[in-house]
């Protein structure tokens, strides 16, 4: 079975051909697991986090939120506020460690920001603090686009350390820059553009396997080589409407990476209330079949539901992550505020009964 997207003027000219490969058949275990802690209550509406992981004491890291119709807050691992940036509507955001630039390495963070649909950066100190790079922000496309950005990831080369944005749009627009300059400097050239059918919204790379992963919010997940000048054509690793996402909409998407190739794709499947797990690793015939699926229920906190937003490391974070941490956006906190939950790893493992090694 073939779906095949139409040319939207990928730069080098191509037509960008998806071969769908959906999930075999079969029964796929479901859990149910409950949040370590959650987030101080956001002030208007979470969306997204990201993870940054401080290389001295991991137990110090930081969770980076978007409140988009605020800008960003940053808590600690017990869930206070630790800094917040009014820097208006951003709506996804991503972080890299080590970016390789001209004259040395920053740690960034992108923003998708949605108040002039442009990608607003930051750079991370070695305590955690964010601030504002120079320049601030960057024009999220090379031409008008009539709908919002919306959707923002970052992916880092681990052998050049080369770094590129990688910001979609509501009409299914999907941009990627290159990040250079220097530290004190930085820039963005655009290196190619592609798009899906619908409007996407989660955008995740896979560093070490060198993939990128599109969640089409109505139509499913969609896998492309990383690189930005590799030829963007997307293999559908599965559909909205199948055992594994029977409704729409697919949201976040995070990468749990354990070893070389071990670990999983995470996609928040919104319409669910549930988070679907899928191998890193593609198949001999590049299929990612869905090996389970959990819930966020009543336990230390109140349960998860419609989650957006979604990050996921394996860096053991202290005696509350060993396995590493996972991180959803909650819509539906009780009280009537919304929040973040923090999830350790190792309870999914333990539910899902998924392997340790």
């Excluded at 990201?50 to 890291?61: F, L, M, R, V």
């Excluded at 820059?177 to 059918?197: C, D, H, I, M, N």
Aim: negative net charge.
């Amino acid at each position: 079975m073939t779906r095949r997207i139409p040319h939207v003027g990928l730069l080098a000219g191509l037509l960008l051909s998806a071969a769908v490969l959906p999930a075999v058949a079969q029964e796929m275990p479901t859990a149910t697991v409950t949040a370590v802690l959650e987030s101080a209550p956001v002030d208007r509406d979470p969306d997204d986090p990201a993870i940054w992981i401080n290389p001295a004491d991991p137990a110090k890291s930081r969770v980076i939120g978007t409140d988009k119709d605020y800008g960003l807050v940053v808590f600690d691992l017990d869930g206070n506020i630790v800094q917040r940036l009014p820097d208006g509507r951003l709506n996804n955001v991503d972080v890299r460690q080590d970016v390789a630039l001209d004259g040395g390495t920053v740690t960034l963070v992108a923003a998708s920001r949605r108040d002039d649909n442009t990608i607003a950066l930051y750079t991370v100190d070695k305590d955690g603090v964010l601030a504002h790079a120079a320049p601030f922000t960057f024009p999220g496309s090379p031409v008008e686009i009539r709908y919002d950005i919306y959707g923002i990831g970052l992916y880092r080369n681990p052998a050049s350390g080369e770094t590129s944005v990688i910001a979609n749009f509501k009409t299914g627009d999907i941009v990627q820059w290159v990040v250079g300059g220097t530290p004190e400097k930085l820039e963005l050239t655009l290196a190619r553009q592609f798009k899906v059918e619908t409007q996407p919204e989660g955008v995740v790379a896979d560093d070490a396997l060198g993939l990128l992963y599109v969640g089409e919010e109505d139509g499913g997940v969609w896998r492309y080589q990383a690189d930005p000048k590799a030829p963007a054509d997307g293999v559908q690793v599965d559909l909205v409407g199948s055992r594994c996402l029977p409704a729409d909409d697919v949201e976040g998407l995070g990468i749990y990476a354990s070893g070389e190739t071990s670990g999983y794709l995470v996609v928040s499947a919104q319409g669910m209330n549930r988070f679907v797990l899928y191998p890193r690793q593609p198949d001999a015939e590049g299929r990612q079949t869905c090996i389970g699926s959990f819930h966020i229920g009543t336990g230390a906190t109140d349960p998860v539901g419609e989650t957006d937003g979604i990050e996921v490391v394996s860096s053991g974070l202290g005696e509350k992550f060993p396995r590493g941490l996972m991180v959803v956006q909650d819509d539906r906190n009780e009280g009537f505020t919304r929040n973040f939950k923090y999830v350790s790893w190792a309870d999914v493992e333990a539910a899902l009964k998924l392997p340790t090694n």
